[in-house]
């Protein structure tokens, strides 16, 4: 078992630029979340799946981020434009039944 | 809505001392509660969870948290703490409702001097 797999483990960008981050779920694992880290805000859950399906997205901060999963094994979060403020870590997760599994985060910097 | 307060922003202990860091929530109903912990450069990982049944729960590490629904609390114990254990402790609350996001505590900063 790998666990949960995030890419790129950092990423740096200017304003105004996409990101696409990256998560691969551990096998199996049929709930897939994505959460964001600040100093200011602690964890915050922005969106998760099931099945492939998002099912709640309200933590999605506004409509430059997007979330997809077009399979089990495979989920991107995807900022466009990037601003300064959405710099943070990301962190993917993904659970079957119980806890959830993160993965390693990818820190972001927007400048 | 669920909340969680971690009270202690960071807490130092010496090695071989005991440990307990404290957690809060509030929940109308009974919850699941789970305690993670997170070294720098890491995701965060499982100590352990409460779903049901004895309220004393044992988890990795030689950690421990009890429920104590009187108090609202969930509190993370070790009796003798190791160099190893520094890092930052996030307890978290989820839904028996059935919805799955779980509402994480803003976490405690552990610092463990020799």
């Known amino acids: 078992d790998a666990g949960v797999i995030q890419s790129p483990r950092h990423e740096v960008t200017e304003m105004g630029q996409e990101v696409t981050l990256r998560c691969k779920p551990i096998?199996?694992?049929?709930?897939l979340f994505w959460y964001r880290q600040t100093m200011m805000r602690g964890l915050e859950l922005l969106i998760y799946f099931n099945n492939n399906v998002p099912i709640d997205d309200s933590g999605m901060p506004e409509d430059r981020f997007s979330a997809k999963m077009p399979n089990a094994s495979f989920s991107t979060l995807k900022i466009q434009p990037s601003e300064p403020r959405d710099s943070a870590v990301y962190f993917c997760?993904?659970?079957?039944?119980?806890?959830?599994?993160f993965g390693n985060g990818t820190r972001l910097t927007v400048t | 809505a669920q909340s969680v307060t971690q009270p202690d922003i960071h807490i130092t202990v010496s090695e071989g001392a005991s440990l307990e860091l404290r957690c809060n929530y509030s929940?109308?109903?009974?919850?699941?509660l789970f305690w993670y912990v997170q070294s720098p450069g890491q995701g965060l990982q499982l100590l352990l969870k409460?779903?049901?049944?004895?309220?004393l729960v044992q988890g990795i590490k030689g950690f421990e948290a009890e429920f104590k629904r009187s108090q609202s609390s969930f509190n993370l114990r070790k009796p003798s703490v190791h160099w190893s254990d520094a890092a930052e402790y996030f307890c978290a609350v989820g839904d028996q409702g059935g919805s799955e996001k779980l509402v994480f505590g803003k976490g405690t900063k552990l610092t463990v001097n020799p």
């Open positions: 997760a993904s659970r079957s039944r119980g806890a959830l599994h």
């Open positions: 409460y779903f049901s049944g004895d309220t």
């Open positions: 929940y109308g109903a009974t919850p699941y």
């Open positions: 096998s199996g694992h049929d709930y």
